[in-house]
Every structure is written in C-alpha cells, then in structure tokens.
Nanobody, 122 residues
Framework: EVHLVESGGGLVQPGSSLRLSCAAS????????MRWVRQAPGKGLEWVAG????????TYADSVKGRFTISRDSAKNTLYLQMDTLKPEDTGVYYC???????????????WGKGTLVTVSS
C-alpha cells in the first residue's frame, strides 16, 4: 500500500532553515506529482508547494515563494522541502501528499502522510 513518511521537523528560531523529507513507497514515485500541505495550529489546511512528474515543474504558495524549495529524488523515492528564512507563521504540521494522474496543482491529492511538526519561535 501507499506509504508517505515525513521527517525533519523540529523547533527552530525565526530566520533558520529546515529540510523536510518524505519517504514514499507503494507506488511508482517518479510517475506522480507530489505536494506539500501544512496546517497551522487551530487553522485549516494550506497548500504549500507542488512538483510535477515531468520536467519537473514546481509551483509555490505566495506565502512561501522565494523561501521554500520543493524537490524530489526518484532514485531514493524521496520528496523534499527545503525551508529557508523561516517565520513564526510557518509553524504547523507539514504533510507530504501524493497526487493522482491528471491532477491540477491544488486538487487530486489522494494519499497523505501523518505529518511532521515545524515550530518557528524565538
């Protein structure tokens, strides 16, 4: 079955960096687009970043553009999110998400990991 396991979260100060990883299994990783979605404490889900199965192409939410970088390593079946210049408003649980074939950037997400907590605080 599909498994998505996030890691790399933790407590950091504003301005710091973190690199999240998502180990994927149970599907052909290289053939599917992937996403990162987050949820701040007490708030709803927020789409963060997406990467296609092609070029790959990438896109980002305005709130993280220029600071976050999504990437993938097909040989390792691993998705990454490099987060730089972290802000307190980046705090939340970050989920690795698999997309279905033909999905738009913001839809067609069918499997989710359990998430990893990122806390940005001084």
């Amino acid at each position: 079955e599909v498994h998505l396991v996030e890691s790399g979260g933790g407590l950091v100060q504003p301005g710091s960096s973190l690199r999240l990883s998502c180990a994927a299994s149970g599907f052909t990783f290289s053939a599917h687009g992937m996403r990162w979605v987050r949820q701040a404490p007490g708030k709803g889900l927020e789409w963060v970043a997406g990467i296609s199965s092609g070029s790959p192409d990438t896109t980002y939410a305005d709130s993280v553009k220029g600071r976050f970088t999504i990437s993938r390593d097909s040989a390792k079946n691993t998705l990454y999110l490099q987060m730089d210049t972290l802000k307190p408003e980046d705090t939340g649980v970050y989920y690795c998400v698999k997309s279905v074939f033909g999905a738009s950037w913001y839809g067609g997400m069918d499997y989710w990991g359990k998430g990893t907590l990122v806390t940005v605080s001084s």
